[in-house]
């Protein structure tokens, strides 16, 4: 970006901070009273967010951290009431909504070439979860006891969100496939939402697409007048049209990334709100996972109203 400039990286393996910038630090501590700062970049595990989140917060700078915000609900409320006592602003990392052929979809939806939207469903396939070894660049996911639905999933449940408003309740099953890992690889859950808008999601890590393409996604929104389908080229088509082609050939999933930290630095600039703000994601967002977990586990339909309103919330 042309208006932003790496400084300082750190990393407790510090050839990558010293890959990423002029100035390397093992110690986050001590990049953030060395360095003149605007804002920091938060890119590990969720295990770490609280105290880097901590840290940064105490010095005043915005945050933008990757998400699993936190690895359990208590820490994510931790993590938010943390920055709302500093009033530090706080953008979680959910890039999937930025994915070029979603905003064009929630466009063609608003302006109402479907019709009034009645249902949708999501499709998630990829096969880095399957044989003795899986998910090879993501080696410690085989020891996660919540992985498909807080790593994966979670994504689309944020995306449904930003396309048809908020979720009231979900009901949720899954299944672990591949005995190599301790967390759930496949999960079908169905998604209510506060307009009462009905749609599911269903993913696992055990099967590629045919077609090799940008996203290991499919999707379908169906209205009252028609219907449009994404596929994994990441093309939009209704019927046999083909209505929008991708025409981001490079970056990570139709450069969802860049358009993501983009966001972040525009509203920095110019004082807008965040669409994953803070407060807003855990109530949501991050609420939402809570409540396909707690569907899992009560084997029922969990109101997202249960999670958020929870005594220790």
């Not at 602003?89 to 109402?112: D, F, K, S, T, V």
Request: aromatic share 10%; charged share 25%; with cysteine.
């Amino acid at each position: 970006m042309q208006n932003v400039q790496i400084v300082a990286a750190c990393d407790r393996q510090i050839e990558r901070a010293q890959a990423a910038a002029v100035r390397f630090y093992f110690s986050a501590g001590e990049m953030l009273d060395a360095e003149d700062l605007d804002f920091v970049d938060i890119v590990t595990r969720s295990s770490a967010h609280l105290e880097l989140i901590s840290m940064v917060a105490e010095r005043g700078l915005a945050i933008i951290c990757q998400k699993p915000l936190a690895a359990d609900w208590e820490g994510a409320c931790r993590i938010v009431e943390i920055s709302e006592k500093y009033r530090t602003r706080l953008m979680i990392h959910e890039n999937w909504r930025w994915q070029p052929w979603y905003r064009e979809a929630r466009a063609m939806i608003a302006r109402g070439d479907i019709g009034t939207p009645l249902g949708y469903g999501f499709r998630y396939r990829w096969n880095g979860g399957a044989g003795d070894e899986p998910y090879a660049k993501q080696s410690y996911f085989r020891q996660l006891r919540r992985l498909i639905i807080d790593e994966t999933l979670v994504h689309h449940m944020d995306t449904a969100r930003f396309m048809f408003g908020d979720i009231s309740s979900i009901y949720a099953e899954a299944a672990r496939r591949n005995d190599h890992i301790v967390g759930e690889d496949h999960a079908i859950l169905t998604l209510r939402h506060v307009n009462q808008m009905i749609g599911w999601v269903d993913g696992h890590s055990l099967l590629d697409h045919h077609d090799s393409g940008p996203s290991p996604d499919e999707a379908t929104f169906e209205g009252e007048s028609g219907s449009i389908r994404i596929t994994n080229l990441g093309e939009i088509w209704s019927g046999h049209q083909k209505i929008w082609t991708d025409d981001f050939t490079s970056g990570y999933r139709g450069d969802s990334v860049y358009a993501t930290q983009a966001h972040f630095i525009d509203c920095l600039e110019t004082g807008r709100p965040f669409e994953t703000e803070a407060r807003e994601y855990l109530e949501k967002t991050f609420a939402a996972v809570e409540a396909a977990y707690a569907s899992i586990a009560l084997r029922r339909t969990v109101e997202i109203a249960e999670i958020v309103s929870a005594p220790d919330s």
